[in-house]
Protein backbone atom coordinates (compact mmCIF):
# COMPACT_ATOMS: atom_id res chain seq x y z
CA UNK A 1 0.00 0.00 0.00
CA UNK A 2 1.13 3.92 -1.01
CA UNK A 3 0.41 7.21 1.11
CA UNK A 4 0.10 9.98 -1.53
CA UNK A 5 0.17 13.43 0.62
CA UNK A 6 -0.28 16.66 -0.22
CA UNK A 7 -1.31 20.04 0.84
CA UNK A 8 -2.42 23.98 -0.66
CA UNK A 9 -1.98 27.06 1.14
CA UNK A 10 -5.30 29.26 1.73
CA UNK A 11 -4.26 32.21 0.51
CA UNK A 12 -6.32 34.22 -2.53
CA UNK A 13 -9.09 32.06 -3.85
CA UNK A 14 -8.88 28.59 -5.49
CA UNK A 15 -8.23 29.19 -9.58
CA UNK A 16 -8.80 26.62 -12.36
CA UNK A 17 -5.26 26.25 -12.10
CA UNK A 18 -5.61 24.84 -8.66
CA UNK A 19 -7.88 23.03 -9.98
CA UNK A 20 -6.64 21.57 -13.16
CA UNK A 21 -2.99 21.53 -11.53
CA UNK A 22 -3.57 19.98 -8.64
CA UNK A 23 -6.76 19.02 -7.11
CA UNK A 24 -8.12 17.61 -10.43
CA UNK A 25 -4.81 15.20 -10.22
CA UNK A 26 -5.75 14.40 -6.97
CA UNK A 27 -9.11 13.24 -7.13
CA UNK A 28 -8.31 11.50 -10.68
CA UNK A 29 -5.35 9.31 -8.52
CA UNK A 30 -8.08 8.94 -5.77
CA UNK A 31 -9.73 6.99 -8.34
CA UNK A 32 -6.66 5.10 -10.19
CA UNK A 33 -5.60 3.72 -6.85
CA UNK A 34 -7.98 1.94 -4.81
CA UNK A 35 -5.56 0.39 -2.37
CA UNK A 36 -4.11 3.31 -1.41
CA UNK A 37 -3.96 5.86 1.19
CA UNK A 38 -4.63 9.79 0.57
CA UNK A 39 -3.65 11.93 3.02
CA UNK A 40 -4.33 16.00 2.36
CA UNK A 41 -4.00 19.15 4.08
CA UNK A 42 -4.79 23.06 4.41
CA UNK A 43 -1.51 24.19 4.89
CA UNK A 44 -2.08 27.26 7.38
CA UNK A 45 0.87 27.41 8.53
CA UNK A 46 2.46 27.92 5.28
CA UNK A 47 0.00 31.05 4.65
CA UNK A 48 1.32 32.92 7.54
CA UNK A 49 4.70 32.99 5.55
CA UNK A 50 3.20 36.40 4.19
CA UNK A 51 0.97 39.08 6.08
CA UNK A 52 -3.03 37.41 6.77
CA UNK A 53 -6.01 38.92 8.31
CA UNK A 54 -7.31 36.51 10.91
CA UNK A 55 -10.98 36.36 10.08
CA UNK A 56 -10.21 36.37 6.61
CA UNK A 57 -8.02 33.08 6.90
CA UNK A 58 -9.95 31.50 9.18
CA UNK A 59 -12.66 31.34 6.51
CA UNK A 60 -10.04 30.67 3.47
CA UNK A 61 -8.84 27.63 5.56
CA UNK A 62 -12.99 25.87 5.32
CA UNK A 63 -13.58 27.24 2.08
CA UNK A 64 -10.70 25.23 0.71
CA UNK A 65 -11.43 22.56 2.52
CA UNK A 66 -15.28 22.26 1.01
CA UNK A 67 -14.03 22.82 -2.24
CA UNK A 68 -11.76 20.07 -2.27
CA UNK A 69 -14.81 17.89 -1.16
CA UNK A 70 -16.81 19.81 -3.74
CA UNK A 71 -14.36 18.82 -6.20
CA UNK A 72 -14.56 15.19 -6.41
CA UNK A 73 -12.49 14.21 -2.95
CA UNK A 74 -13.82 11.05 -1.34
CA UNK A 75 -14.01 11.71 2.17
CA UNK A 76 -14.22 8.11 3.15
CA UNK A 77 -10.89 7.43 1.41
CA UNK A 78 -9.31 10.71 2.59
CA UNK A 79 -7.85 11.72 5.67
CA UNK A 80 -8.25 15.41 5.36
CA UNK A 81 -7.43 17.97 7.88
CA UNK A 82 -5.96 21.31 8.86
CA UNK A 83 -1.96 21.46 9.30
CA UNK A 84 -2.01 24.16 12.35
CA UNK A 85 -3.96 21.24 14.18
CA UNK A 86 -0.96 19.24 14.12
CA UNK A 87 1.53 20.15 16.30
CA UNK A 88 4.12 17.58 14.86
CA UNK A 89 4.56 19.79 11.70
CA UNK A 90 5.87 22.43 12.99
CA UNK A 91 8.24 20.83 15.41
CA UNK A 92 9.40 18.15 12.61
CA UNK A 93 9.50 21.82 10.23
CA UNK A 94 11.82 23.14 12.99
CA UNK A 95 14.42 19.65 12.85
CA UNK A 96 14.69 19.58 9.27
CA UNK A 97 15.96 23.32 8.89
CA UNK A 98 18.76 21.63 11.10
CA UNK A 99 19.55 19.43 8.28
CA UNK A 100 18.89 22.52 5.37
CA UNK A 101 21.42 24.54 4.17
CA UNK A 102 21.43 28.04 3.65
CA UNK A 103 22.69 27.83 -0.34
CA UNK A 104 19.96 24.96 -0.60
CA UNK A 105 17.49 27.87 0.41
CA UNK A 106 19.03 30.37 -1.10
CA UNK A 107 18.24 28.53 -5.00
CA UNK A 108 14.70 27.58 -4.23
CA UNK A 109 13.08 30.31 -7.63
CA UNK A 110 10.14 30.54 -5.51
CA UNK A 111 11.68 32.34 -2.83
CA UNK A 112 13.57 34.56 -5.42
CA UNK A 113 11.11 35.61 -7.10
CA UNK A 114 8.77 35.82 -4.21
CA UNK A 115 10.74 38.52 -2.15
CA UNK A 116 11.75 40.38 -5.19
CA UNK A 117 8.08 40.83 -5.60
CA UNK A 118 6.83 41.51 -2.02
CA UNK A 119 6.77 45.26 -0.95
CA UNK A 120 6.36 44.10 2.59
CA UNK A 121 9.34 43.11 4.59
CA UNK A 122 10.31 39.83 4.29
CA UNK A 123 9.87 37.38 6.67
CA UNK A 124 12.31 33.99 7.74
CA UNK A 125 9.39 31.91 7.67
CA UNK A 126 9.14 32.78 4.39
CA UNK A 127 12.53 31.71 3.61
CA UNK A 128 12.88 28.42 5.56
CA UNK A 129 9.41 27.52 4.68
CA UNK A 130 10.98 24.35 2.15
CA UNK A 131 11.78 22.94 5.46
CA UNK A 132 9.00 22.56 6.77
CA UNK A 133 7.06 21.64 3.89
CA UNK A 134 9.63 18.54 3.78
CA UNK A 135 8.07 17.91 6.90
CA UNK A 136 4.52 18.28 5.86
CA UNK A 137 5.19 15.37 3.34
CA UNK A 138 7.83 13.26 5.40
CA UNK A 139 6.22 13.28 9.00
CA UNK A 140 3.72 10.91 7.04
CA UNK A 141 6.23 9.41 5.28
CA UNK A 142 4.83 9.96 1.63
CA UNK A 143 5.39 7.61 -0.88
CA UNK A 144 3.69 10.23 -3.47
CA UNK A 145 3.31 14.24 -3.55
CA UNK A 146 0.97 15.32 -6.29
CA UNK A 147 1.84 18.76 -7.18
CA UNK A 148 2.00 20.99 -10.26
CA UNK A 149 4.95 22.09 -12.04
CA UNK A 150 6.07 24.99 -9.70
CA UNK A 151 6.04 22.54 -6.52
CA UNK A 152 9.02 20.12 -8.01
CA UNK A 153 11.84 22.41 -6.81
CA UNK A 154 10.91 21.89 -3.34
CA UNK A 155 9.74 18.18 -3.84
CA UNK A 156 13.52 17.93 -5.47
CA UNK A 157 14.94 19.64 -1.72
CA UNK A 158 12.49 17.52 0.05
CA UNK A 159 14.04 14.17 -1.18
CA UNK A 160 17.25 15.72 -0.25
CA UNK A 161 16.47 16.67 3.19
CA UNK A 162 14.90 12.88 3.63
CA UNK A 163 17.68 11.03 2.04
CA UNK A 164 20.62 13.44 4.25
CA UNK A 165 18.71 12.49 7.41
CA UNK A 166 19.08 8.58 6.67
CA UNK A 167 22.78 8.65 5.75
CA UNK A 168 23.49 10.25 8.66
CA UNK A 169 21.02 7.99 11.24
CA UNK A 170 20.32 4.64 8.91
CA UNK A 171 17.08 4.59 7.24
CA UNK A 172 14.08 6.30 8.23
CA UNK A 173 12.23 8.61 6.28
CA UNK A 174 10.93 7.12 2.97
CA UNK A 175 12.42 9.81 0.07
CA UNK A 176 8.89 10.91 -1.79
CA UNK A 177 8.80 10.94 -5.38
CA UNK A 178 6.59 13.65 -6.73
CA UNK A 179 3.99 13.21 -9.34
CA UNK A 180 3.32 16.01 -11.87
CA UNK A 181 0.19 16.17 -14.23
CA UNK A 182 1.80 15.36 -18.00
CA UNK A 183 -1.36 17.91 -18.99
CA UNK A 184 -2.25 21.07 -17.16
CA UNK A 185 0.98 21.00 -14.79
CA UNK A 186 1.33 25.07 -15.49
CA UNK A 187 -2.18 27.11 -16.31
CA UNK A 188 -1.02 30.89 -17.44
CA UNK A 189 -2.11 33.74 -16.62
CA UNK A 190 -5.40 34.57 -19.47
CA UNK A 191 -4.15 38.15 -20.09
CA UNK A 192 -0.48 37.33 -19.53
CA UNK A 193 0.01 33.44 -20.83
CA UNK A 194 3.77 34.17 -20.48
CA UNK A 195 3.30 34.15 -16.64
CA UNK A 196 1.27 31.58 -14.25
CA UNK A 197 -2.08 31.64 -13.49
CA UNK A 198 -1.69 33.08 -9.28
CA UNK A 199 -5.00 33.74 -7.05
CA UNK A 200 -2.89 36.16 -5.37
CA UNK A 201 -2.78 38.43 -8.70
CA UNK A 202 -3.23 42.05 -9.13
CA UNK A 203 -6.06 41.88 -12.16
CA UNK A 204 -9.11 39.44 -11.93
CA UNK A 205 -9.20 38.78 -15.69
CA UNK A 206 -6.04 36.75 -15.95
CA UNK A 207 -7.69 34.21 -13.40
CA UNK A 208 -10.66 32.14 -13.29
CA UNK A 209 -11.73 31.67 -9.34
CA UNK A 210 -13.52 28.65 -8.85
CA UNK A 211 -15.70 30.93 -6.36
CA UNK A 212 -16.24 33.47 -9.70
CA UNK A 213 -20.39 33.93 -11.00
CA UNK A 214 -20.16 31.17 -13.83
CA UNK A 215 -21.15 33.75 -16.47
CA UNK A 216 -18.24 35.83 -15.38
CA UNK A 217 -15.61 33.21 -15.99
CA UNK A 218 -16.84 32.40 -19.52
CA UNK A 219 -16.29 36.39 -20.43
CA UNK A 220 -13.31 35.75 -18.88
CA UNK A 221 -12.32 32.74 -21.71
CA UNK A 222 -13.76 35.12 -23.82
CA UNK A 223 -11.49 38.01 -23.60
CA UNK A 224 -8.00 35.94 -22.90
CA UNK A 225 -5.15 37.12 -25.04
CA UNK A 226 -4.55 34.78 -28.06
CA UNK A 227 -2.66 36.40 -30.85
CA UNK A 228 -3.13 37.67 -34.73
CA UNK A 229 -1.23 33.98 -36.11
CA UNK A 230 -4.91 32.72 -36.31
CA UNK A 231 -4.63 29.07 -36.09
CA UNK A 232 -5.46 26.62 -33.54
CA UNK A 233 -2.84 24.62 -32.93
CA UNK A 234 -0.71 23.57 -29.97
CA UNK A 235 2.29 26.36 -30.22
CA UNK A 236 3.11 27.03 -26.65
CA UNK A 237 6.20 29.24 -27.97
CA UNK A 238 4.53 31.50 -30.73
CA UNK A 239 1.12 31.04 -29.75
CA UNK A 240 0.76 31.14 -25.40
CA UNK A 241 -2.52 32.13 -25.16
CA UNK A 242 -3.91 29.54 -27.31
CA UNK A 243 -1.54 26.80 -25.89
CA UNK A 244 -3.20 27.53 -22.53
CA UNK A 245 -6.66 27.32 -23.45
CA UNK A 246 -5.95 24.30 -25.38
CA UNK A 247 -4.55 23.11 -22.46
CA UNK A 248 -7.40 24.29 -20.33
CA UNK A 249 -10.10 22.98 -22.71
CA UNK A 250 -7.91 19.05 -22.56
CA UNK A 251 -8.15 18.92 -19.15
CA UNK A 252 -11.65 19.84 -18.37
CA UNK A 253 -13.02 17.43 -21.05
CA UNK A 254 -10.04 14.52 -20.36
CA UNK A 255 -9.86 14.98 -24.31
CA UNK A 256 -6.25 15.09 -26.00
CA UNK A 257 -4.72 18.22 -27.07
CA UNK A 258 -4.32 16.61 -30.60
CA UNK A 259 -8.15 15.60 -30.80
CA UNK A 260 -8.90 19.11 -29.90
CA UNK A 261 -6.70 20.33 -32.37
CA UNK A 262 -8.11 18.53 -35.04
CA UNK A 263 -11.75 19.10 -34.19
CA UNK A 264 -11.00 23.17 -34.72
CA UNK A 265 -8.67 22.93 -37.15
CA UNK A 266 -10.94 25.03 -39.44
CA UNK A 267 -12.36 27.19 -36.87
CA UNK A 268 -11.91 30.45 -35.96
CA UNK A 269 -10.72 31.25 -32.49
CA UNK A 270 -13.73 32.76 -31.60
CA UNK A 271 -15.69 29.57 -31.75
CA UNK A 272 -13.16 28.05 -30.00
CA UNK A 273 -13.09 30.32 -27.23
CA UNK A 274 -16.71 29.96 -27.11
CA UNK A 275 -17.29 26.51 -26.77
CA UNK A 276 -14.37 26.97 -23.83
CA UNK A 277 -16.40 29.03 -22.13
CA UNK A 278 -19.32 27.12 -22.38
CA UNK A 279 -17.18 24.52 -20.63
CA UNK A 280 -15.28 26.44 -18.09
CA UNK A 281 -18.96 27.83 -16.83
CA UNK A 282 -20.43 24.54 -16.33
CA UNK A 283 -17.89 22.85 -14.86
CA UNK A 284 -17.44 25.86 -12.43
CA UNK A 285 -21.16 25.78 -12.05
CA UNK A 286 -21.34 22.06 -10.57
CA UNK A 287 -18.57 22.38 -8.54
CA UNK A 288 -20.01 25.25 -7.25
CA UNK A 289 -23.55 23.81 -6.43
CA UNK A 290 -21.82 20.79 -4.52
CA UNK A 291 -19.46 23.28 -2.53
CA UNK A 292 -23.26 24.51 -1.14
CA UNK A 293 -24.60 21.85 -0.09
CA UNK A 294 -21.22 20.68 1.83
CA UNK A 295 -20.88 24.20 3.33
CA UNK A 296 -24.38 23.92 4.95
CA UNK A 297 -24.26 20.97 6.55
CA UNK A 298 -22.09 19.51 9.32
CA UNK A 299 -20.07 16.96 7.33
CA UNK A 300 -17.58 19.15 6.55
CA UNK A 301 -16.49 19.75 10.63
CA UNK A 302 -17.17 16.01 10.76
CA UNK A 303 -14.52 14.52 8.47
CA UNK A 304 -11.92 17.52 9.27
CA UNK A 305 -12.33 16.22 13.19
CA UNK A 306 -11.86 12.68 11.73
CA UNK A 307 -9.01 13.52 9.71
CA UNK A 308 -7.25 15.30 12.70
CA UNK A 309 -7.58 12.44 14.88
CA UNK A 310 -6.24 9.86 11.98
CA UNK A 311 -2.93 12.38 11.19
CA UNK A 312 -2.35 12.69 14.54
CA UNK A 313 -1.58 8.97 15.46
CA UNK A 314 0.81 8.64 12.77
CA UNK A 315 2.78 12.12 12.97
CA UNK A 316 2.91 11.68 16.83
CA UNK A 317 4.43 8.28 16.20
CA UNK A 318 6.94 9.09 13.85
CA UNK A 319 8.19 12.35 15.66
CA UNK A 320 8.64 11.09 18.93
CA UNK A 321 10.64 8.16 16.94
CA UNK A 322 12.88 11.02 15.28
CA UNK A 323 13.63 12.65 18.18
CA UNK A 324 14.98 9.45 20.10
CA UNK A 325 17.62 9.15 16.55
CA UNK A 326 18.78 12.43 17.14
CA UNK A 327 19.50 12.17 20.65
CA UNK A 328 16.86 15.07 21.95
CA UNK A 329 15.37 14.94 25.69
CA UNK A 330 16.32 11.91 27.89
CA UNK A 331 16.49 8.06 27.27
CA UNK A 332 13.43 6.39 28.15
CA UNK A 333 13.96 3.62 30.79
P1 LIG B 1 -0.84 27.06 -4.14
O1 LIG B 1 -2.06 27.71 -4.65
O2 LIG B 1 0.42 27.79 -4.51
O3 LIG B 1 -0.91 26.63 -2.71
O4 LIG B 1 -0.75 25.72 -4.97
C1 LIG B 1 -1.53 24.60 -4.67
C2 LIG B 1 -1.32 23.56 -5.74
O5 LIG B 1 -1.84 24.04 -7.00
C3 LIG B 1 0.15 23.22 -5.98
O6 LIG B 1 0.27 21.84 -6.24
C4 LIG B 1 0.49 24.02 -7.21
O7 LIG B 1 1.55 23.44 -7.93
C5 LIG B 1 -0.82 24.00 -8.00
N1 LIG B 1 -0.96 25.20 -8.86
C6 LIG B 1 -1.01 26.49 -8.46
N2 LIG B 1 -1.13 27.33 -9.51
C7 LIG B 1 -1.15 26.54 -10.62
C8 LIG B 1 -1.24 26.80 -12.03
N3 LIG B 1 -1.36 28.04 -12.51
N4 LIG B 1 -1.23 25.75 -12.88
C9 LIG B 1 -1.13 24.48 -12.41
N5 LIG B 1 -1.03 24.17 -11.10
C10 LIG B 1 -1.04 25.17 -10.20
N1 LIG C 1 3.97 24.68 -0.90
C1 LIG C 1 2.77 24.25 -1.53
C2 LIG C 1 2.23 25.37 -2.41
O1 LIG C 1 2.53 26.52 -2.23
C3 LIG C 1 1.72 23.83 -0.53
C4 LIG C 1 2.24 22.76 0.32
C5 LIG C 1 2.67 22.88 1.61
C6 LIG C 1 2.43 21.39 -0.03
N2 LIG C 1 3.09 21.69 2.09
C7 LIG C 1 2.97 20.75 1.12
C8 LIG C 1 2.20 20.64 -1.19
C9 LIG C 1 3.29 19.40 1.13
C10 LIG C 1 2.52 19.29 -1.17
C11 LIG C 1 3.05 18.67 -0.03
O2 LIG C 1 1.52 25.08 -3.31
Known sequence: MKRIVSGIKPTGTLTIGNYIGAIKQFVALQKAMPE???FLFIADLHALTTPQEPAELRQRIKEIAGMYLACG???????????????EHAELGYLLQCFTYMGELERM?????????QDVLLTSSLFTYPALMAA???????DYVPVGEDQKQHLELTRDIASRFNNRYGDFFTVPEPIIPKVGARIMDLQDPSKKMSKSDETD??????????????????????????????DPQNQPGIANLLTIYSSLENESIDSIVS???NLGYQEFKSDLSIIVSNTIQSIQEKYQSIVNSNQLDEILDKGRDQAQII??????KCKRKIGLGRKRK
Open 263 to 265: KYS
Open 136 to 142: DIILYDA
Open 36 to 38: DEF
Open 109 to 117: TQFKDKSKK
Open 73 to 87: LDPERTVLYIQSEIK
Open 205 to 234: KGYISLFDEPSVAAKKIKSAVTDSIGIIQF
Open 315 to 320: AYKKLE
